[in-house]
């Protein structure tokens, strides 16, 4: 078992940035984040492979956010500039442990554990 307690997150305007951060219990293979936002389906942000630092990001990042590990605190950050009001959602960090089934980075599948999620707001 893997828990994740997420921080961060709030209400900014366009242009704004914002930091998320999530900190794990125990050693994990990936971690990072997704989100969702109403009506919509969870989409893949940002996920890191925390042994090596290699890091992915959804093909909407587009340069705005960059992901970052601290393995002796097992934390993993997401900072995120020039947000847009289409950033909005519930962002939900997620991890996989050593040994857990792969289906590729940016697929929920592989993704067993989740924290409860933080909102972000982006107003226009």
């Known amino acids: 078992q893997v828990d994740l307690v997420e921080s961060g997150g709030g209400s900014v305007q366009a242009g704004g940035s914002l930091r998320l951060s999530c900190a794990a219990s125990?050693?994990?293979?990936?971690m990072g984040w997704f989100r969702q936002a109403p009506g919509k389906e969870r989409e893949v942000v940002a996920i890191?492979?925390?042994?090596?630092?290699?890091?992915e990001y959804g093909d909407f990042v587009d340069g705005r956010f960059t992901i970052s590990e601290d393995n002796a605190k097992r934390t993993v950050s997401l900072q995120m500039n020039d947000l847009k009001p289409d950033d909005s959602g519930m962002y939900l960090c997620?991890?996989?442990?050593?040994?857990?089934?792969?289906?590729?980075?940016?697929?929920?599948?592989?993704?067993?554990?989740w924290g409860q999620g933080t909102q972000v707001t982006v107003s226009s």
């Open positions: 997620a991890a996989s442990a050593i040994g857990d089934p792969f289906y590729g980075w940016d697929t929920r599948r592989s993704y067993k554990f």
């Open positions: 890191i492979m925390t042994a090596i630092g290699r890091p």
């Open positions: 125990r050693d994990t293979r990936r």
